[in-house]
């Protein structure tokens, strides 16, 4: 039985996996570290986050830790040798999770960035299981990816590499985290989408994303509704025709919570792609993530 872990912002999701990539079971806590100053205290509470969910599947599936073969984590930001490293959100610079976990349950604990955690799900078991060349794109609040060709993850030695979010696409555009202007996440991110809509369309600031998403849906037959989802995803078409002409994808597949949204935006995409690919008979099928917020979980014991 194979234990996958999915780091995220604000929250951490572990779950049980068998041999087939079924997830059986599965934990979630949020992780709340705005009254925590240090750093130290963060990594502990993380630890004592997943030992507690771990503890709990097992205790659910009648399972003991002898019965853990392997344990897997998608994390975001650039881990390496088995520390994560850069998680902004979390503000932990650098942490060696692997040996902190490998001291407690004495297996091997792989770490990999989570967008090519969920790519690789994908890839195995879900919405690019068909293709040997493609890529996988998670829009949420940044830009995570994965890229596959004749079926192999492109894995760089240095650092995990592929950070489409940063690709710029507007060199006096706006200004990015990263310190650089016009990074395609800045106007790609669903985070930004929902703030650019809030603006737009004068919603009060505490609007949830799915009530951003209702309005939308709602009027997407108005004129000023059409034209902010087209801005958006002229940005967005202009960052994939990048990625399109540099690897000759069969198919692009998309999660994170602009998946929720694909039934909209993957037509008109697709419109714009047509226009903006350099060689025009490139086939690409733009497809919809099938493993939602499991892909992490689960890829994490494909690494
Ligand atoms: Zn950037």
Redesign the pocket.
Known sequence: MKIGIDIGGSHVATGLVDKNGELISKESRDINISNIKDEKRVESLLVEIIENEISMLLEKNDFTVGDISKIGIAVPGSPKNGKIRNLVNLHIKEFNLGEELNKKYKVNVKIKNDGKCAGLAEKKYGSLKKYKDCVFLCIGTGVGSAVFLNDDLLEPKQNPGFEF??MVIDKEGRK???G?NG?F??YASMKRFKAEAINTFKMSNTTEAEEVQMYIRKNMDKKRVRDFVDEYLENVSIGLSNIINIFEPQAISFGGSFSYYCDIFLPILKEKLDKLKFNKDTKVDLTTAKLKNDAGIIGATEI
Do not use: L, W
């Open positions: 979010g940063h990015c985290n990263c650089k990074c996440e800045t």
